[in-house]
């Protein structure tokens, strides 16, 4: 046993003398990929490269003939080059890749020069790349981008619906974007949603920050097996370019078809306030649902299933669920107020244009009408509670909306200390959208005292109050029981350099005229800022 512990120890000890000598045999190791001199360039230029050093590389510049244009977008991975260089001290733990653009427009047709300047922490300046590329701005450039979901390191197997993501961007304007599966036209890709990745990426070209695109694919329209996904962008002169590639395998039955969808209101941690429900509350009600004259919580948002394909499946209920027991069910359909109330069928023609080849998208929403105070008022707690959609179809296959665990809210009794509810609801920026640069985050928030103010919290901390006040017709039609709903959006910019390039959770919060404070939701979302141009 002392034998091995003293070849630990004596291993140990050489690793720790070998890594300051392997650190000071490393050199440094860059490449410029991108522009290729060989080609004549035109429209938007790519440039793109890695660096590698034992020192810290602070920041990439690019040149144009000999002129600082841009700061690079750095720290991005590179796979290949770890590949390459598997023994490199700390290739594994680092993002060698680089890349910015520019474009050709903005330089007469003929010869430029184009470099990289890599700056290192210990003071050290390094060119990369230097080189001559011709420019001829008489040539229609193809469009260009990336297929970023499905990825391509391996057959990509799926079943029922699937999203195909990425970007295209092209100085002429991109037509569509086609979804092929083996060489034949699929359907179409929505194209226009912002990717200030790729807007950094390409600073003098506004276009590009709006360049992603997403097409949701039915499965059951294919085969089982393995096939060959394409995804082609066409320009407004009629230039095309095939954009990604992969293989794809399709494996459908019924226990994996299942519905799937969202809940778009209320948003997660939303104080949710019920009425009738104090000392002197009301009874009980079991049946119907609904009481008139009590506040009522719409939770509303939309169901597809595959199933539809074969006439089989489709949605047969939906059901809401608080705290993993059902309480309303698409079963209790009802008109009470003038409108649908706990239905499926709900005109939804924004996930129609989404999901063009899913029979029922454009009649895929529901909406139920959640009684807080009579939930109460039948014993259950004022507190922290779970909310969840079950879907079934015909098949007997079922689904959880948004998954297992649910969406968190508070239940908040309106009676108690004459305490007055508010509501609202965040609408930029939405669930997991990318943002940069300053954004304004907007919504919209109601209370039947007043509003006071609306406070903005992100990752728990207050960023500031947001400017109230703003019209909002749409809100009133909604809700011309709250006094000033005309006048109830609310808009506060945000510099999104402040915070770090990760996940964020920003969470609003109406102080009303009593002094109280609610949240009306939070929503969660991505920085994803270039490093500042000196």
Same mark, same amino acid.
């Given at each position: 046993m002392w034998r091995w512990v003293t070849r630990g120890l004596v291993l140990a000890l050489l690793s720790a003398l070998s890594a300051p000598a392997l650190l000071a045999q490393a050199q440094f190791i860059g490449e410029l990929d991108l522009p290729d001199p060989a080609a004549v360039q035109s429209g938007v230029i790519l440039v793109r490269g890695f660096a590698l050093d034992p020192a810290q590389i602070s920041k990439i510049e690019l040149y144009v003939d000999d002129q600082f244009q841009y700061r690079a977008i750095t720290g991005l991975p590179r796979i290949d080059i770890e590949q390459a260089y598997p023994n490199y001290p700390g290739i594994h733990e680092t993002a060698p890749g680089f890349t910015t653009g520019f474009l050709a427009g903005r330089f007469s047709n003929g010869p430029h020069t184009v470099f990289v300047r890599v700056y290192l922490s210990d003071g050290s300046i390094i060119e990369l790349g230097r080189r001559t590329i011709t420019i001829d701005n008489t040539l229609n450039q193809t469009p260009f981008g990336s297929l970023d979901q499905p990825g391509g390191d391996a057959i990509f197997t799926t079943s029922g619906s699937f999203p195909v993501v990425g970007w295209a961007a092209d100085t002429d304007g991109v037509a569509r974007i086609d979804v092929l599966i083996d060489g034949g036209n699929?359907?179409?890709?929505?194209?226009?949603?912002?990717?200030?990745?790729?807007?950094?990426?390409?600073?003098?070209?506004?276009?590009?920050?709006?360049?992603?695109?997403?097409?949701?694919?039915?499965?059951?329209?294919?085969?089982?097996?393995?096939?060959?996904?394409?995804?082609?962008?066409?320009?407004?002169?009629?230039?095309?370019?095939?954009?990604?590639?992969?293989? +794809?395998?399709?494996?459908?039955?019924?226990?994996?078809?299942?519905?799937?969808?969202? +809940?778009?209101?209320?948003?997660?941690?939303?104080?949710?306030?019920g009425s009738g429900c104090g000392a002197q509350g009301q009874p009980p009600v079991f049946s119907p649902f609904v009481r008139p004259t009590a506040l009522i919580t719409p939770v509303s948002g939309w169901v597809l299933d595959l199933g539809a394909r074969v006439d089989l499946g489709r949605v047969s209920y939906v059901e809401l669920l608080v705290d993993g027991i059902r309480f309303i069910s698409t079963d209790d359909c009802?008109?009470?107020?003038?409108?649908?109330?706990?239905?499926?069928?709900?005109?939804?023609?924004?996930?129609?244009?989404?999901?063009?080849?899913?029979?029922?998208?454009?009649?895929?929403?529901?909406?139920?009408?959640?009684?807080?105070?009579?939930?109460?008022?039948?014993?259950?707690?004022?507190?922290?509670?779970?909310?969840? +959609?079950?879907?079934?179809?015909?098949?007997?296959?079922?689904?959880?909306?948004?998954?297992?665990?649910?969406?968190?809210?508070?239940?908040?009794?309106?009676?108690?200390?004459?305490?007055?509810?508010?509501?609202?609801?965040?609408?930029?920026?939405?669930?997991?959208?990318?943002?940069?640069?300053?954004?304004?985050?907007?919504?919209?928030?109601?209370?039947?005292?007043?509003?006071?103010?609306?406070?903005?919290? +992100?990752?728990?901390?207050?960023?500031?109050?947001?400017?109230?006040?703003?019209?909002?017709?749409?809100?009133?039609?909604?809700?011309?029981?709250?006094?000033?709903?005309?006048?109830?959006?609310?808009?506060?910019?945000?510099?999104?350099?402040?915070?770090?390039?990760?996940?964020?959770?920003?969470?609003?919060?109406?102080?009303?005229?009593?002094?109280?404070r609610n949240e009306i939701g939070s929503v969660d979302f991505y920085v994803l800022n270039s490093t500042p141009t000196p």
């Open positions: 699929l359907q179409a890709a929505m194209y226009g949603d912002a990717r200030p990745d790729v807007g950094a990426t390409f600073p003098d070209f506004p276009e590009a920050l709006f360049s992603g695109f997403i097409g949701n694919v039915d499965t059951t329209r294919v085969q089982d097996g393995v096939h060959l996904l394409e995804v082609r962008a066409v320009d407004r002169l009629g230039a095309s370019r095939l954009i990604g590639r992969r293989q +794809i395998q399709v494996s459908n039955s019924e226990q994996n078809l299942k519905p799937f969808g969202v +809940i778009d209101t209320p948003q997660r941690d939303a104080v949710l306030f009802t008109l009470p107020f003038g409108g649908f109330a706990n239905c499926y069928g709900v005109p939804r023609f924004d996930v129609a244009r989404f999901y063009p080849n899913y029979p029922d998208a454009p009649r895929s929403g529901y909406i139920f009408t959640l009684d807080v105070g009579n939930l109460l008022n039948l014993g259950v707690r004022e507190g922290l509670h779970t909310l969840k +959609i079950r879907a079934g179809d015909l098949q007997q296959t079922v689904a959880e909306i948004p998954g297992p665990q649910g969406i968190p809210v508070f239940f908040k009794c309106a009676d108690t200390n004459q305490e007055s509810p508010s509501i609202g609801f965040i609408d930029i920026p939405d669930s997991f959208d990318y943002v940069t640069g300053t954004v304004v985050f907007q919504g919209w928030a109601l209370d039947l005292s007043s509003v006071a103010a609306v406070e903005l919290i +992100i990752d728990g901390n207050l960023v500031g109050v947001a400017q109230y006040g703003f019209p909002r017709p749409d809100v009133q039609a909604q809700n011309p029981q709250f006094p000033g709903s005309l006048n109830s959006g609310w808009q506060f910019s945000m510099d999104t350099t402040k915070l770090s390039n990760a996940r964020h959770r920003l969470t609003a919060r109406v102080l009303n005229g009593r002094g109280n």
